[in-house]
C-alpha cells in the first residue's frame, strides 16, 4: 500500500469515527427525559354535600340549622386545598357554583360520601347542626380542557331517587381519592387534608408531564 493510499484509508476511518459518534450523540439527546413545564392554573370547586331539609312544621333557629354545618365543611376544604396549592407554588383559585368553568388547567372537584349499613355509597347528609357523623371526601382530578365527566349516578334502586342522602354509584372512569373523616371535623383536619391531595396532584403531573396542555 503507497504512502497516499495508506492516509487517504486513514481519513476515510477517521471521518466514519465522527460521524458515529455524532449519530450516538444525537440519539442520546433525542431520548432524554423531556422536563416538566410551569405548574398549571389550578380551579378548586366547592364540594357536594347534602343537608337534611326542614320539616314544614319545624323551622330550625340559626343556631341548630344544619346548613350553617354543612356550609362550614364545604367552606373549610376549599380554603385549605387553595392555601396548600398557593403554598406548593401553584396558582389556585376557587370556583363557587354558577362560576363560568375555564377552558385550560386543572379542576380539583369532588363531593362528601358516606356508607351505609348495607354498604351503599350515599351523598353525605348533614341531619342536625351538631352531626358528628363519618364521611369521606372523593377527591377527583380534572383537565378543563376535556368536556366533564360525572363523579356518580344515582344508583338504580327501588325508591332511590335524586333527593338527600341519595344512594350512589361511583364512576369507574374517574380515579376518586377517600379521605375519611367525621362531619364535625375542626380545621385542623381539612389543613391535614389538603397537602396530601396537593402531592397527589404534585405526583401525577410529575408522571405525566404532558397531561395537562399549558
Known amino acids: 500500500m503507497t504512502t497516499l493510499t495508506l492516509l487517504l484509508f486513514i481519513g476515510v476511518v477517521l471521518l466514519s469515527s465522527n460521524w458515529s459518534v455524532g449519530d450516538a450523540s444525537a440519539a442520546r439527546r433525542g431520548r432524554q427525559t423531556p422536563t416538566a413545564g410551569p405548574k398549571p392554573n389550578v380551579y378548586v370547586s366547592d364540594f357536594q354535600i347534602d343537608v337534611l331539609p326542614p320539616s314544614a312544621a319545624a323551622v330550625p333557629k340559626p343556631q341548630d340549622d344544619p346548613q350553617k354545618l354543612a356550609n362550614h365543611i364545604v367552606e373549610l376544604m376549599s380554603t385549605k386545598l387553595v392555601i ?20 385550560s388547567g386543572v379542576q380539583i372537584r369532588g363531593l362528601f360520601a358516606e356508607v351505609d349499613n348495607e354498604n351503599h355509597w350515599r351523598r353525605a347528609i348533614i341531619r342536625t347542626a351538631t352531626d358528628n357523623g363519618k364521611m369521606q371526601a372523593l377527591v377527583a382530578v380534572a383537565n378543563l380542557s376535556k368536556p366533564d365527566q360525572a363523579l356518580y349516578e344515582i344508583a338504580p334502586l327501588p325508591g332511590n331517587e335524586d333527593k338527600p342522602g341519595a344512594v350512589i354509584t361511583l364512576s369507574p372512569y374517574v380515579p376518586l381519592t377517600k379521605y375519611e373523616l367525621s362531619k364535625d371535623a375542626n380545621g385542623d383536619v381539612f389543613k391535614g387534608i389538603a397537602p396530601r ?14 397531561l395537562i396542555p399549558q
Request: hydrophobic share 40%; charged share 30%.
Open 84 to 103: 396548600a396549592l398557593q403554598k406548593a407554588g401553584y396558582s389556585a383559585t376557587r370556583m363557587r357554583a354558577g362560576d363560568a368553568r375555564p377552558d
Open 197 to 210: 391531595v396537593v402531592n397527589d396532584l404534585t405526583e401525577l403531573l410529575k408522571r405525566n408531564p404532558f
